[in-house]
């Protein structure tokens, strides 16, 4: 498994932005999927938004127009720039690749929109 490790979460009032990173212990440049995933207190985890080996993406209707996945220019990086957070984002988010049969994840980072 890949180890991977997520920053930029935080406190910020809803309208805001925050940039998320997550970084891997390894490259990630050919990995299957990239993704980020968030879970609310008392919900299920749900896809925000992913990056296929190709570039294709993905996004929860939610997000879209205000979410943008990406690569880092280093191999083993991958971004959500958040913009116009609303309370509902206020979540632990979570990184995730797929490499073959294998899913692996970060240790999540909070963050919270103030309204």
């Known amino acids: 498994q890949v180890r991977l490790v997520e920053s930029g979460g935080g406190l910020v009032q809803a309208g805001g932005f925050l940039r998320l990173s997550c970084a891997a212990s390894?490259?990630?440049?050919?990995?299957?999927?990239m993704g980020w995933y968030r879970q609310a207190p008392g919900k299920q985890r749900e896809l925000v938004a992913d990056?296929?080996?190709?570039?294709?993406?993905n996004y929860a209707e939610s997000v879209k127009g205000r979410f943008t996945i990406s690569k880092g220019h280093a191999e083993n990086t991958v971004h959500l720039q958040m913009n116009s957070l609303k309370p509902e984002d206020t979540a632990v988010y979570y990184c995730?690749?797929?490499?073959?049969?294998?899913?692996?994840w970060g240790q999540g980072t909070q963050v919270i929109v103030s309204s």
């Open positions: 995730k690749v797929v490499h073959g049969p294998i899913d692996s």
């Open positions: 390894q490259s990630i440049f050919r990995a299957d999927v």
């Open positions: 990056i296929t080996s190709g570039g294709g993406t």
